[in-house]
């Protein structure tokens, strides 16, 4: 094991200063909406909006002066990058911080704002870490790895501590995965504490790095995720002897599953996740027969979300809730047809947002078009009703449907 509950209980009294004890509330309408009893752990609302800082002021704090005088390296897709920034600034070191170069603005311009050297460079964390590496050997700076280390993973295990403090009777923690540093923290503190606790994982299906390394398979790994923070190709030297044996699942949530999470934590519990953070509420949304009954504990585990990417998840989740709906009319070409169409609609209760009348298409008749329209209604059977009006009203209507997604376990 890379620490012990010891590590874990010396690394909270050297954080205690500098970090926030979030708090772990019940959550009676994620429970309604599940079936389980909901706990959420508040990690995203730590002066950098992420669990990160827990393991990097445990790191920082053990160099010696030498090495402060030396500066620090880390590579990070962002929570990573502004908790090392932030603090090493306050602790009087310097720091380069190298992010893969798709990283969300809001993230680069934080870590830079945070007083942080930053450098973009590849097109992964597993990119970003062979320039860190170099900073270490041509320039010798220390690396603080965002999940390999020992004061890393104590740090976060802190977590573990408090959760079963302010929830002692929880049957289940459910914790996202990237490098298996927060899990590897969490699992050894909570095990320790209550041995009978049981511990699953979350990694995005696009990243199924963990998973792979502890199933021995070769799922592809790599590609767009909104769970960008964790989305790692390689899992920790030391966290993956620990996710071994104390990790008793780990499941993987694809990208729709991960932007309803979002959604769900920004319409319900009125708090911002990011597609990471929002990992294990993905997991008991998309499985709830899974958890049901049981008492659950959730590590929202950052919250630094681009706004945009938020703005966009919320409309797609109106979209799959059929609470935006777009239809496709066949209409004939001649004056009116729009404003009959645009009668009908306001008379169903439907909100128009938007319009395209389409007439060169080589597969509608030379005097007819196709109306696009896309509208707001109250719910799912309201966008039912309109449908058949409009087809009662002897138009050939067609929905213009997205998927919706779903979750894998393994």
Known sequence: MAVTLADIEAARRVIASSTLRTPCLPSSRLSTLTGADI????????????F?????????????????????????????????????TRMGIASTIVMPEPTPYVKVAATEGHGARVVLHGES?????????????????????????????????????????DAPDLDVLVVPIGGGGLISGIATAAKALKPNIEIIGVEALLYPSMANAVQGKQRPVGGT???????????????????????????????????????TF?????????????????????????????????VLCGGNIDPRVAASIMVRELERDDRIVSYRIAIQDRPGMLGLISSLLGKL????????????????????????????????????????ALKAEGYAVERIDTGAGGFEPI
Request: charged share 25%.
């Open 39 to 50: 706990c959420v752990k508040y990690e995203n609302l730590q002066a950098t909006g992420s």
């Open 52 to 88: 990160k800082e827990r393991g990097a002021i445990n790191k920082l704090a053990s160099l010696t002066d030498a090495e402060k005088r030396r500066g620090v390296v880390a590579m990070s897709a962002g929570n990573h990058a502004q908790a090392v920034a932030y603090h090493a």
């Open 125 to 165: 964390v597993s990119d970003a870490e062979e320039r860190a590496m170099r900073f270490v050997a041509d320039d010798g700076l220390v690396l603080v790895h965002p999940y390999d280390d020992e004061k890393v993973i104590a740090g976060q295990g802190t977590i573990g501590l408090e959760l079963l403090e």
């Open 225 to 263: 995720t909104i769970a960008e923070g964790i989305a790692v190709k390689n899992v920790g030297k030391l966290t993956l002897p620990t996710v071994k044996k104390l990790v008793s699942e780990i499941l993987l949530a694809d990208e729709a599953a991960l932007e309803r999470a979002v959604n």
């Open 266 to 298: 920004l319409t319900l519990q009125k708090t911002m996740a990011e597609g990471a953070g929002a990992a294990g509420l993905a997991a008991v949304l998309a499985e709830p027969a899974r958890f049901k009954g049981r008492r659950v504990g959730l």
């Open 349 to 388: 209760g439907a909100n128009i947002l938007e319009v395209h009348h389409r007439r060169l298409f080589l597969d509608m008749p030379a005097r007819g078009a196709r109306l696009d329209v896309t509208v707001e209604t109250r719910d799912r059977a309201h966008a039912m009703s309109i449908e058949r």
